[in-house]
């Protein structure tokens, strides 16, 4: 049986996805979202997350990114959307420059030597939005519902089988993609973290670590601390690691000895869709068109609201 053609088929239910859908739904389109996960089991939920492109390349990420921070921005007072804006440190081992995005970020300032950490070179301070990924998402998908959208289970295998399915698709299926269109250019690049108990922190810290494999960062969210992390570029296996997990630990202490013996709550892992250049736009099918909307990297809930803006621009044209 061939199911009914909707307005819009938005596939995938991560970060990228239910945003495009309630962007799309709140303007009064048919919008259908199928995923093979539901939302708190996609790579989205298992993000630490605080805003920053990171591993994400276009001409369009300075303003997809600008708009996703005014988004979040506007979020903070709603406890329901778990999104809150919160002062931190970011460090590098070497001296460098700031880059460009933290100017977007309010309470940027470079940091004097004195109070940088032992060892490190260069440092920044700024407020951004860190996001509770489990909470946003039910946030979005509640959106969605009442906007009038739908979320289904459901798998496409290929683009073809789209013809049938709806006028119009758009495919937000980060690392599938490379199946799915297929795209080889996509790369899974592994990411593990840990979640502990909160010994009382309530600043984050990141360190700016470059290409390396290794991140470190430390992401307050109430009683419980993210512990993150890495960027393990050709894996996509899921199960933790726990020599990866002993090394996030291991680094995570050494700056903040207070997280010695706290209780580990859970261990998290998600594979980010790198691509050379994030994918966003229009390739008509015969009987369809698709809008890409993927290659994020570890950028997708920074971008999210941007490109959400961009899919609906052309979908308004079509």
């Not at 999104?83 to 700031?98: I, N």
């Not at 301070?125 to 998402?137: E, G, K, N, Q």
């Not at 199960?239 to 002993?246: D, G, L, M, V, Y």
Request: aromatic share 4%; hydrophobic share 40%.
């Amino acid at each position: 049986m061939v199911a009914a053609r909707t307005d819009v088929l938005v596939i995938g239910a991560g970060v990228v996805g239910l945003t495009t859908a309630v962007v799309l739904a709140e303007q009064g389109l048919g919008v259908r979202v199928r995923a093979l996960q539901a939302p708190q089991h996609t790579t989205s939920a298992a993000a630490g997350a605080i805003w920053g492109p990171h591993l994400a390349d276009h001409e369009s990420v300075p303003r997809w990114s600008n708009q996703s921070l005014e988004v979040f921005r506007g979020l903070t007072g709603h406890v329901e959307a778990g999104v809150r804006m919160l002062d931190g440190l970011e460090v590098a081992r070497t001296p460098m420059p700031a880059p460009g995005w933290m100017a977007m970020l309010d309470h940027f300032r470079v940091c004097p030597p004195a109070e940088l950490p032992e060892g490190f070179a260069t440092g920044w301070r700024y407020t951004a939005p860190v996001i509770d990924m489990p909470v946003y998402l039910g946030y979005l998908l509640q959106r969605l519902v009442d906007a009038g959208g739908k979320l289904e289970s459901g798998v496409i295998t290929s683009l073809d089988e789209l013809r049938t399915q709806a006028a119009i698709a758009v495919n937000c299926t980060g690392v599938g993609a490379r199946q799915l269109v297929p795209d080889p250019e996509v790369t899974p690049t592994r990411g593990q973290l840990v979640v502990v108990d909160n010994p009382g922190l309530e600043t984050f810290f990141a360190e700016d670590t470059g290409e390396s494999p290794e991140m470190t960062y430390i992401l307050p969210h109430g009683d419980r601390l993210i512990l993150g992390s890495s960027a393990e570029r050709g894996r996509s296996d899921l199960e933790p690691a726990p020599e990866t997990a002993a090394a996030i630990l291991r680094r995570c202490t050494e700056l903040a000895p207070s997280i010695a013996g706290a209780r580990i709550r859970a261990h998290r892992v998600g594979i980010r869709p790198v691509r050379s250049r994030v994918r966003l736009e229009h390739q008509r099918l015969d009987g369809c068109h698709v809008v890409h909307n993927y290659g994020h990297g570890g950028a997708g809930v920074t971008l999210s609201w941007g490109c959400a803006a961009d899919v609906l621009s052309i979908v308004e044209q079509l």
